[in-house]
């Protein structure tokens, strides 16, 4: 089965920053520390964020409550290389480093 042509505005923004729609890597790798909405204490490393969609989108994408470090967080070849796979080894290798 596959999935819609019709984008999300979630997905919308995701390709008007460069992200890769459907990646969720930067939302499942890093640890983070500060409050988001349904995790309350932050997430650890390697645990998938509750608001990442089935589809692997942020749910808060352009919602003010999407913590600081999320909105912060940019594409960049250097960190999400050529694909999901290499991103999601990209950023838990940056993880482990800090």
Do not use: W, Y
Request: proline share 9%.
């Amino acid at each position: 089965m596959s999935r819609s042509t019709v984008t999300t505005p979630g997905e919308q923004a995701e390709r008007s920053t460069g992200c890769r729609p459907g990646c969720g890597a930067c939302c499942i790798a890093p640890s983070i520390s500060s409050p988001i909405p349904g995790m309350p204490d932050g997430k650890p490393a390697g645990v998938r964020c509750v608001q990442l969609d089935e589809h692997n989108l942020c749910r808060l994408f352009g919602d003010p409550r999407r913590p600081a470090v999320c909105r912060d967080f940019a594409f960049d070849v250097d960190v999400c290389g050529n694909d999901r796979r290499d991103a999601l080894e990209r950023i838990t290798l940056l993880e482990t480093l800090t």
